[in-house]
């Protein structure tokens, strides 16, 4: 067994402390799931397009044994226990919040041609929940990987990164790309993943910040997703529809100078065309040995949501135009959009004076108190005990 994430290990202990109280017994095992950020290719995933993720130093802990019965804990919310014995079954196997992310996975599991029987889970999370870090794809895949491992299921991790997509998508509802459980299964520490969402072929390209004396910050603009399920299957619903008035299967195909009549289509197809292209020349910069000269990218890339994709929102053009105004290299806001998180590559003796303007231009907007912090790039989803 590789070795675990040392902040992973203090999140299983709690998870572990967890099962053995309100199981009265020692879990079999403890398995971790990281939580992520999108350096840039955002919303490329569903058009079969680039992402480039890195796994961030929070983790879903999954302390699990087999079971009788479907036994969930969780040491969040009130800390309730869930219990059902139609898990795995159907989609609508009765189980709702929090533990549909666990009955999802054991149900996509299944669906798989991965059989599995009951399990008892004590569930400990630090990623933040609702600021667009994937903390549902840390949920889904700390318990893939337990469950796969407990029923000695050998599962290929961008299978797995499928697989759970799948409890996202058909059994939780929510219409959303491979992004998020790919990178929390399969980014590495301290690399960026580059990753090509048509056949999740993928390459670990090294992201040392420190060595530029670099620092990227995550900034957490501590607004909750405003209609974002609706908008994010909106902007998918206009992806396809441009992809069918263009005749390619997916806006990964659309030609480069491709143009559509109808303005709003034409400014998603934009977006897409665009953001491809700035992650393959992201991926050129780092391959070049240089992290600095992202930063153009980053903010330009914001600059296409905002306008082009329109997924953007107050607090986050506050955060990234605050950053930038203070001397970031480059900002953007990062994940599905309104609302969530944005990052900003600074200087590593700016990043303070860059903290300060993004949560002066809040308050002086009247917005929420942004929380920010450092971002390492962690190790992917791995057993811890
Ligand atoms: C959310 C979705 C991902 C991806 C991003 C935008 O995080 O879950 O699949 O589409 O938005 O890049």
New binding site residues.
């Given amino acids: 067994m590789p070795t675990p994430d040392i902040h992973a290990v203090e999140l299983a202990e709690t998870a572990a402390a967890a099962f053995r109280q309100v199981f009265g017994a020692e879990p079999e095992g403890v398995w971790a799931a990281p939580g992520r950020v ?1 350096l840039i290719g ?5 058009n079969e397009g680039f ?1 480039m993720p890195f796994a961030l130093p929070f983790y879903a802990a999954a302390a699990v044994s087999k079971s009788e019965t479907w036994e969930f804990h969780s040491t969040y919310g009130n800390g309730d226990t869930v219990r059902a014995d139609t898990v795995g079954s159907s989609v609508d196997d009765g189980v709702s919040g929090w533990a549909g992310y666990l009955a999802g996975v054991a149900w996509a599991l299944n669906e798989a041609g991965y059989p599995v029987s009951p399990v008892r889970v004590a569930i400990h999370s630090d990623v933040p929940h609702g600021a ?1 870090l ?1 903390s549902s794809a840390a949920l889904e895949c700390a318990i893939l990987i337990a469950l796969a491992d407990l029923h000695g299921h050998e599962i290929d991790r961008a299978e797995a990164a499928r697989i759970a997509q799948k409890a996202e998508n058909a059994y939780v509802g929510a219409p ?5 459980q790919s990178a929390s299964l399969l980014c590495t520490e301290g690399k960026v993943m580059f990753m090509d969402c048509r056949d999740l072929s993928r390459e670990q390209v090294p992201f040392d910040l420190a060595s530029e004396n670099l620092t990227m910050l995550v900034i957490d603009v501590n607004a909750p997703h405003r209609h974002a399920d609706g908008e ?1 299957a909106s902007r998918r619903a206009d992806c396809e529809e441009a992809a069918r008035q263009l005749g390619v299967p997916f806006l990964r195909d659309a030609p480069k100078h491709a143009r559509l009549e109808d303005d709003r289509l034409n400014r998603r197809l934009r977006h897409i065309i665009t953001e491809n292209e700035r992650v393959l020349d992201t991926m050129k910069i780092l391959k070049g040995g240089t992290v600095a000269g992202i930063g153009e990218l980053l903010t330009a890339s914001h600059a296409s949501m905002r306008d082009d994709y329109e997924i953007s929102c107050t607090e986050l053009d506050s955060a990234v135009d605050a950053a930038l105004e203070a001397g970031a290299l480059g900002a953007r806001m990062t ?2 959009g309104f609302g969530g998180s944005a990052i900003a590559l600074v200087e590593t003796a700016a990043a303070a004076k860059v903290e300060a303007a993004v949560i002066e231009a809040a308050a002086a907007k009247g917005l929420r108190t942004p929380r920010i912090f450092v971002a390492r790039a962690a190790a992917g989803a791995h057993r811890v005990a």
């Fill in positions: 999108n955002e919303h490329t995933d569903y992402v667009g994937s959303t790309g491979v992004l998020d994010y994940g599905g």
